[in-house]
């Protein structure tokens, strides 16, 4: 059963609270309190902790020749700071004023990067260090650049004189400062997690009372209490969120032990129950299932988090606290989504894709949702978080949750959650030589009076996977014939995938060199119909979803199946 969560606020009161939340932040950078962001330049960095994330050498020679590939944009400055640049591009000023191309310098390893590195933070320093104003000094930027600066400050000072010296210890002083301040007035979710994260590295790595030290550790423990569920997911649902906390935690969990100070126990414990989240959503060729904001990602940087993992063992099946279940025999891995939306403060990147799942078998992906494009425009977000972008059943072309795509408020209050299922019952049904469950939800009651149930069950050692997928009113009485019943079910592919109809007019899906798999359902004829798949590495990408329409007062229940017609040579 997934976690209770409070009745979601109306949109007024989300735009006042974020006008009133924006005010208080405005007043902290202001000059009232300016004063607090000086005070003692440190003498030194006591320890750079370790970086996890993974680290190209060739990038950092592009650097050097200024060529700036950040978000899925390439800006060539041409031997001109890039600090200098007015980039329309807000991810790629993310990226630039975050400072995580660092790692790509140290991991060159040459005086010429060390150089390059250091006279880029100058840049910075003289460009932006004087004036906070956005993006540069974006509360959530700030906090990356502060890691960044430490992980990587063994590159940026070797060879610096004292005056660089001083001003590097100078800047990412006040820059902690800045962050300790704003750092409530963040918006909810992972940026102030991280920000909590940042200011532990930093009075870790800094010389600073123990009174500083308990204070951040007290603040981060608090956070990750309220963020991390009991499950190992992140609040908002998002398995990315997992991957990117577990590459600041890790780290920081290894900069107490290297400074013989105690970590406190709810980071220890968050640890430990995320790898094995993060783990649940993996499938077999390494990637993440594609749920609630989850796009690309590259297997060797999960791996990278999973050596890290020491207990082993095969995942869990069901997390009830965030609302998702595994189901997994022999190769074969089936991953859904049985859970109710997450809380309306961290539903940004949400999707409404509850009751969707994915199936791969080995490497392969055969039934994947559509995911996201980290670097598309905003107004090709929407879509990728629809219900029909999702292998899952849509009513009346309708989405099952509804975002706020009101122009007049999302610059204010971004593209929230504001409605979606309350209640989404769901129960495990595995028995001998089966894995299975059922769930259901109320996204649709309100406007059509109609609840979608869904079951799968994976048998034959996973050679089969069959779904039952049911549409009813309260009390489980049967859709009236009203033409507002109009269901679409999904099952969009990956890309990689052949398809065709056999001699029987069965769709069969091929991976190449793989085994192939066969679709069937009862009492609809499945059409084949393009589709998009968001989350390709190189960007969207043409593929194909299997589509059955019908009207649900006509077919109240309808059963499909995908079982293994040959398997692999």
Known sequence: MARPR???PRLPALVVRELWRRLRRRLRAGPI???RYAGRT???VLIAPPDLRLADPTIAEDIYHGRFSFAGRLVETGGESPFHFDVANPSWLVSLHGFRWLRHMRAAGTDLAASNARALVADWIAEHGGRIAAPAWDSAVTARRVIAWLQHSPVVLKGADFAFYRAFLKSLAVQVRYLRTMAPEMQDGEERLRARVALAFAALSLPTSQTSL???????????ERQILPDGVHISRNPQAVLELLADLLPLRQTYANQAETPPDVLINAIDRMLPALRFFRHQDGTLARF???GATLPDRIAAILRHDETGGAPLLHASHSGYDRLAMGDVTVIADTGRPPPIDVSREAHAGCLSFEMSSGRHHYVVNAGVDAFAPADVRPLARSTAAHSTATINDASSCRFNLSARFNRLIGTPMISGPRHVPSR????????GLIASHDGYVGRYGLYHERELTLTDGGARLEGVDRFF????????????DNIVVRFHLHPDMGLYRDDTDRLVL?????????????????????SIFFAGLSGPRKSRQIVLAFRASQLPEIAWRFFRSRPAA
């Open 473 to 484: 009113r309260a009390g489980g009485a049967p859709p009236k014939p009203n033409g507002r």
């Open 33 to 35: 309190y300016r004063w």
């Open 428 to 435: 495990r049904t595995d028995g001998e030589g089966r894995q």
């Open 6 to 8: 409070a009745e979601t």
């Open 214 to 224: 308990r204070n951040a550790t007290r603040n981060l423990a608090a956070e990750l």
């Open 292 to 294: 609630n904001g989850m």
């Open 42 to 44: 440190p003498e030194r």
């Open 510 to 530: 091929t991976a190449r060199r793989a085994e192939r798999w066969t679709f069937e359902c009862d009492g609809v004829t499945p059409e084949i119909e393009e």
